[in-house]
Structures are given as structure tokens and as C-alpha cells.
């Protein structure tokens, strides 16, 4: 059960598993009226709304209600719960669940109460009702999370946010689960060595309305156009191509794996953020599945821990700038590079190594 809505790879991930297991898997929540995969044997609507995720009170019911009358009716066994407020108000439901913490919410909360920038011009009024309820959140999450943690079995993405949950529910049942593909939809196929020197980036990170800071990559075009580091491909975005930037607009799992198998290097340009030490994305696992080398940010650490030396950091763009030049220059250093990541990602980087992970979590739930 969820509020984000479908499609959620990660939610059909544990669907998939759950089906493997013998379950029959229902989803709850937002979805989207195009999506229709048949992992769930049904859908069911909850329309979760911001005043209804700051808790307050009113709105906080309204949702209560309708996810009791969906429990009523189809009586699960557990409800894997892939968000905080879903969990906190299936703790309220007294119903058994597994919590799927995987944006570490009360960490998250800060980052949103950082957003300088709004996609709508808000009045003096509404600025200061929203920085009183991004500072709500803060304290409200913080508090949700950890009655959930301390009392249900807990799923994250990465050992150093297991670490800080573990600490802060004063448990020991927190599983990881990390953001790995399917062992199911990776190209069995060796990288190729390419002619020309390509980097790609994928995912909508730059298109969010609201300018994240721990996903800011300001500048990262002008990097392209004003430097000879060869073309830059972005998928899942949309825009006007030019000679250096090209868009692949969105484009299905299997159709991105086979585009960026076409490329030699697999970027992730955040700007430094004292969040980046909990991010785990799932961008770099999918790139070295599909023969990429991965440059990242020097303060993506679960990044570096996972991949150890199948990957280069930089500092800022002006030190990726001279990595990016190094490597066009050295496409056969490069390509042993990229063989070694994809071998790499083969042993490591499944999702299918930590599903036992979720099974541990449903049987303590």
C-alpha cells in the first residue's frame, strides 16, 4: 500500500517476490489510470494528499477511513507499507505490516524545508503557512518514524541507513532491500567497445518543478556545450536536441537498458549535499548493468561503498570535466573499465540476492 502511485519499480519488485512466495498481491493507493501491469491481482484508490501527510487532523481521517473500508474488504494477511505515512496509519489500523523505508523520511523532511523555489508564485500568506508546515514535518515525521521503526519490522536501501534506523527505533529488525535491477530484465550482453565517447544520465531528477537540493545539477548542460567531453544523452527527459545535448524523452525499462548500453559512461552530477551520505538511487546499479562506467559526486558514498573501485568521483564539475576529458581520450582504459563494472554487476547488484530479506520481514511482522 502506497501513496506514490504506480508505476513504482520498487513496489513491484517486492510484488513480484511476494507472487514467488505464493501470495496474491493487491495494490492500495495512487495509480495511475495507464497503468496496467498484471502483477496485482487488484487495485484499490486512495487519494493521499499533502494535508493529509502533515497530519492534520481533518484530512489525516478523511484518508483513515478510506483505507480502512479497502482493508475490510480485502483482508490481507500483512501490508508491506511503502512509505511513513502509510505505515503510520496501518499502525493506527492495528493491522500486521512491514515498513518499507527507503526515502528515510525524517531526513527527507529536511531536505524539503531547503527548497528555496516554488513552481507557483506564492502570496506572503502561503509562504508562511508552507515553511510552518515544512517545519511541522520535520518534527512530525521525525516522530512517526520512529514509532514505527521501534514497534514493526523495517526495509531500507542501504547499510548506513539501516545503521541510523536501527539506532533510532532501538531495534535490530531492519532489513536491506537495495534499489538492485531484477536478475530478470538485464541484458545478458557484453559491452562493446564505442567509437565515439558518450555520457547519458537517467531519470527525471532535473525535471521536478521544485529544485531539490540534493539532486541540484544546475549547469550540468553548459558543461557539454562549453567543453570538448563529447555528447551528453538524457533519458526520461524531454527537450529540443542539439548538436551536444540529445533527449530520449521516457522510455520503457527494457528500451533504456538497450539506449544506454549504447553509451561509455554513466553519470550522476548531483552537487554536494550532507544528504548524499543516505541516498542510494538506483541509476548506477542500472548503469553498470548496462556496461556503463559510473562517475558520481565524491559525497555519493553508498555509491562508492557498493561499487568500490568500478567507479570515479569528483569533487565539482570542473574536476568531472577533467575526468570526462581523460577518459575520451583513453577509450581502452575505458572499456576494460566498463567490462569489469558490468562483471561486477552481474555477482553484486541483483535484487534477487536480498529478496529473502523481505520474506525475514513478513514472517517477524
Same mark, same amino acid.
Given at each position: 500500500?502506497t501513496?506514490l502511485?504506480?508505476?513504482?519499480?520498487?513496489?513491484?519488485k517486492a510484488a513480484?517476490c511476494?507472487? /514467488?512466495?505464493g501470495?496474491t498481491?493487491?495494490f /492500495?493507493?495512487?495509480?495511475?489510470p495507464?497503468?496496467?501491469?498484471?502483477?496485482?491481482?487488484?487495485?484499490?484508490?486512495?487519494?493521499?494528499t /499533502?494535508?493529509a501527510?502533515?497530519?492534520?487532523?481533518?484530512y489525516?481521517?478523511k484518508?483513515k477511513?478510506?483505507?480502512?473500508?479497502?482493508l475490510?474488504?480485502?483482508?490481507?494477511?500483512?501490508v508491506? /507499507?511503502?512509505?511513513?505515512?502509510?505505515?503510520?496509519m496501518?499502525s493506527?489500523?492495528?493491522?500486521p505490516?512491514v515498513y +518499507?523505508?527507503?526515502?528515510?523520511?525524517s531526513?527527507?523532511?529536511k531536505?524539503?524545508s531547503?527548497?528555496t523555489? %516554488?513552481?507557483?508564485?506564492?502570496?506572503?500568506?502561503?509562504s508562511k503557512?508552507?515553511k510552518?508546515?515544512?517545519?511541522r514535518a520535520i518534527?512530525l515525521w521525525k516522530n512517526?518514524?520512529k514509532?514505527?521503526i521501534?514497534s514493526h519490522?523495517t526495509?531500507?536501501?542501504s +547499510?548506513a541507513?539501516a %545503521?541510523e534506523?536501527k539506532?533510532?527505533?532501538?531495534?535490530?529488525?531492519v532489513?536491506v532491500?537495495p534499489n538492485f535491477?531484477?536478475? %530478470?530484465?538485464i541484458?545478458?550482453?557484453?559491452p562493446?567497445?564505442?567509437e565515439?565517447f558518450?555520457?547519458?544520465?537517467?531519470?527525471?531528477?532535473g525535471?521536478?518543478?521544485?529544485k531539490?537540493?540534493h539532486?541540484?545539477?544546475?549547469?550540468i548542460?553548459d558543461?557539454?556545450k562549453n567543453?570538448?567531453?563529447?555528447n551528453f544523452?538524457l533519458?526520461?527527459?524531454?527537450g529540443?536536441?542539439s +548538436?551536444?545535448?540529445?533527449?530520449?524523452?521516457?522510455?520503457?525499462?527494457k528500451?533504456?537498458?538497450?539506449?544506454?548500453r549504447k553509451h561509455s559512461?554513466g553519470? @550522476?552530477?548531483?552537487k554536494k549535499?550532507?544528504s548524499h551520505?543516505y541516498l542510494?538511487?538506483?541509476?548506477?546499479a542500472?548503469?553498470?548493468?548496462?556496461?556503463?562506467?559510473?562517475?558520481?559526486?565524491?559525497?555519493?558514498q553508498t555509491?562508492?561503498?557498493?561499487?568500490?573501485?568500478?567507479?570515479?568521483t569528483?569533487?565539482?564539475?570542473? +574536476?568531472?570535466v577533467?575526468?570526462l576529458?581523460?577518459?575520451?581520450?583513453n577509450?581502452?582504459?575505458l572499456?576494460?573499465k566498463? @567490462?569489469k563494472?558490468?562483471?561486477?554487476?552481474k555477482e553484486?547488484?541483483?535484487?534477487?540476492k536480498?529478496?529473502?530479506?523481505?520474506m525475514?520481514?513478513?514472517?517477524?511482522?
Open positions: 500500500m501513496y502511485g504506480l508505476p513504482n519499480w520498487r513496489a513491484e513480484i511476494g507472487l /514467488a512466495k501470495y498481491v493487491q /492500495a493507493g495512487k495509480s495511475s495507464k497503468y496496467h501491469n498484471k502483477i496485482f491481482s487488484e487495485i484499490f484508490a486512495i487519494n493521499w /499533502a494535508k501527510r502533515w497530519g492534520i487532523p481533518f489525516w481521517d484518508i477511513n478510506q483505507a480502512n473500508k479497502i475490510k474488504s480485502s483482508q490481507p494477511d500483512i508491506h /507499507a511503502h512509505d511513513l505515512f502509510t505505515a503510520k496501518i493506527e489500523l492495528k493491522i505490516f +518499507d523505508d527507503y526515502e528515510f523520511w531526513k527527507y523532511a531536505v524539503l531547503e527548497v523555489e %516554488s513552481p507557483i508564485q506564492e502570496n506572503f500568506f502561503k503557512i508552507k510552518f508546515l515544512q517545519k518534527i512517526w518514524e514509532d514505527v521501534s519490522p526495509i531500507t536501501v +547499510d541507513i %545503521s534506523l539506532s533510532i527505533g532501538n531495534t535490530q529488525n532489513f532491500v535491477p531484477l536478475k %530478470s530484465e541484458l545478458q550482453i557484453s562493446v567497445l564505442h565515439e558518450t555520457t547519458v544520465f537517467q531519470g527525471s531528477d525535471l521536478n518543478p521544485e531539490l537540493p539532486r541540484n545539477m544546475n549547469g548542460l558543461v557539454f567543453n570538448n567531453v563529447g544523452v533519458i526520461g527527459f524531454e529540443k536536441n +548538436d551536444k545535448i540529445k533527449y530520449t524523452g521516457f522510455i520503457p525499462r528500451e533504456m537498458f538497450e539506449e544506454m559512461v553519470l @550522476i552530477p548531483w549535499h550532507w551520505y542510494n538511487p538506483n541509476k548506477y542500472e548503469y553498470a548493468h548496462a556496461g556503463l562506467f559510473v562517475m558520481c559526486t565524491s559525497s555519493l555509491i562508492i561503498d557498493t561499487l568500490k573501485h568500478n567507479c570515479v569528483f569533487e565539482n564539475y570542473e +574536476d568531472m577533467d575526468k576529458t581523460y577518459f575520451k581520450n577509450m581502452d582504459e572499456y576494460n566498463r @567490462i563494472t558490468y562483471e561486477f554487476a553484486n547488484l541483483i535484487w534477487d536480498y529478496e529473502e530479506n523481505i525475514k520481514a513478513y514472517k517477524m511482522a
